[in-house]
């Protein structure tokens, strides 16, 4: 009877006459009716009903709204029939589920699990500090971009400009000191604090690091120092002479890195093909003066040739 005489104080609060009536061993339930004939349910305005199987209903009969309200009181608490409340309604207007911990940076707190069978909306990130939508582990602890407050760990929505018609929201996934992504219970994927990702390793040391095979179908290196220098008249050439030197010394080209050097510290890509260029052009000058040499050989060659002739005529 603890419930029933409890909501018998919340009914008397409105100063509501209500009359409590057994209806007998027929039904065996108890009833308490509000601006109603006790004996007339149709008549009844609110209407509280403690069944024999132990369920107890509050029904309002009148098409309006059940209001719950301490106007100076306290919070609203329940509990299990123990004697002891497991949740409350404060009167700030917070929910608190199996726990009377009445934590003002909360409106809803469950200790426990939860589920939600349907969609949960969360609203795009705003420009008020402390209070932008999102999900996030840590509280009052967001940063600044584009206006908005993004939590510094967290999942949620911002708004997108393009500067086109393309504007809407974007989604957003931030951890202040990096984030990881895992399948299959192993790590996969991490972006650093400073930006770097790597896949397959946890300690990228570039701003990609890779740790397994990559295959593209293009793949465009930009390079601000193409050897097109080689050309120019200011350019100078080593001497074939001091090329075979070095490589009789050092068994690899001048200026491309040894066998040993690749294999401690790997390729640069748009490194090594600027130098190879660079000595695809030196191989071409070496062939021009080739040619030249070539050419002055041959013209040496006629007039001997033609000087013999002379000398066997005669």
């Known amino acids: 009877m603890k419930p029933l005489f409890f909501l018998i104080l919340?009914?008397?609060?409105?100063?509501?006459?209500?009359?409590?009536?057994?209806?007998?061993?027929?039904?065996?339930?108890?009833?308490?009716?509000?601006?109603?004939?006790?004996?007339?349910?149709s008549e009844s305005k609110i209407r509280i009903t403690k069944?024999?199987?132990?369920?107890?209903?509050?029904?309002?009969?009148?098409?309006?709204?059940?209001?719950?309200?301490?106007?100076?009181?306290?919070?609203?608490?329940?509990?299990?029939?123990?004697?002891?409340?497991?949740?409350?309604?404060?009167?700030?207007?917070?929910?608190?589920?199996?726990t009377l911990s009445n934590n003002s940076n909360y409106n809803l707190f469950v200790n426990g699990n939860?589920?939600?069978?349907?969609?949960?909306?969360?609203p795009s990130a705003n420009d008020k500090e402390g209070k932008s939508s999102g999900i996030t582990c840590q509280i009052n602890d967001d940063f600044l971009f584009d206006e908005e407050y993004i939590h510094h760990y967290g999942f949620g929505f911002h708004n997108f400009d393009a500067g086109s018609s393309a504007n809407g929201n974007n989604a957003y996934m931030s951890g202040h000191f990096g984030a990881d992504i895992f399948t299959g219970g192993k790590h996969r994927f991490r972006i650093t604090q400073h930006g770097k990702v790597g896949i397959g390793t946890t300690t990228p040391d570039a701003m990609l690091a890779v740790n397994?095979?990559?295959?593209?179908?293009?793949?465009?290196?930009?390079?601000?120092?193409?050897?097109?220098?080689?050309f120019e008249d200011s350019y100078a050439l080593k001497p074939l002479s001091e090329v075979e030197?070095?490589?009789?010394?050092?068994?690899?080209?001048?200026?491309?890195?040894?066998?040993?050097?690749?294999?401690?510290?790997?390729?640069?890509?748009?490194?090594?093909?600027a130098v190879l260029l660079r000595k695809v052009e030196e191989l071409t000058l070496y062939l021009i003066e080739?040619?030249?040499?070539?050419?002055?050989?041959?013209?040496?060659?006629?007039?001997?040739?033609?000087?013999?002739?002379?000398?066997?005529?005669?």
């Open 10 to 41: 919340v009914l008397s609060a409105f100063k509501t006459i209500a009359q409590v009536t057994e209806l007998g061993n027929a039904s065996g339930h108890a009833y308490v009716f509000v601006n109603g004939n006790t004996d007339n349910f």
């Open 51 to 98: 069944y024999s199987n132990a369920n107890a209903h509050i029904d309002v009969w009148d098409g309006n709204d059940l209001h719950f309200n301490y106007y100076k009181g306290n919070h609203i608490f329940f509990g299990n029939g123990s004697g002891s409340a497991h949740s409350m309604f404060a009167k700030e207007g917070r929910l608190m589920i199996n």
């Open 114 to 122: 939860s589920y939600v069978n349907g969609v949960l909306v969360i």
């Open 212 to 230: 397994g095979n990559i295959k593209a179908k293009e793949v465009k290196v930009t390079n601000e120092n193409w050897p097109d220098y080689v």
């Open 245 to 273: 030197a070095h490589i009789k010394k050092y068994k690899h080209l001048p200026d491309v890195p040894s066998a040993k050097e690749i294999e401690e510290d790997g390729v640069n890509l748009g490194e090594s093909d």
């Open 290 to 314: 080739v040619r030249k040499e070539l050419d002055k050989q041959n013209e040496l060659n006629k007039i001997y040739l033609e000087r013999i002739k002379k000398l066997e005529q005669d």
